[in-house]
């Protein structure tokens, strides 16, 4: 019985406070070149490269 007393003040209080959040979208292009018709690993390469050009933009804007 305790417990539940416990967990509902909790559930309760969670309504009541605010948490600020802030979410931001980044959009890169990343470039590999296609050898011997390997497309698949072109593509993961291409991502890759695409994943380190938005992580530079930011790092770059948080410090």
């Known amino acids: 019985m305790r417990n539940l007393?416990?967990?509902?003040?909790?559930?309760?209080?969670?309504?009541?406070v605010s948490i600020a959040c802030n979410g931001q979208w980044y959009e890169a292009q990343g470039h590999a070149s296609i050898t011997a018709n390997?497309?698949?690993?072109?593509?993961?390469?291409?991502?890759?490269?695409?994943?380190?050009?938005?992580?530079?933009?930011?790092w770059g804007k948080c410090f």
Do not use: H, P, Q, Y
């Not at 007393?5 to 009541?16: D, E, G, P, Y």
């Open 38 to 58: 390997s497309i698949e690993i072109a593509r993961a390469k291409a991502t890759e490269n695409a994943l380190k050009k938005a992580l530079l933009v930011l």
């Open 5 to 16: 007393i416990k967990k509902t003040i909790l559930a309760t209080s969670l309504l009541f």
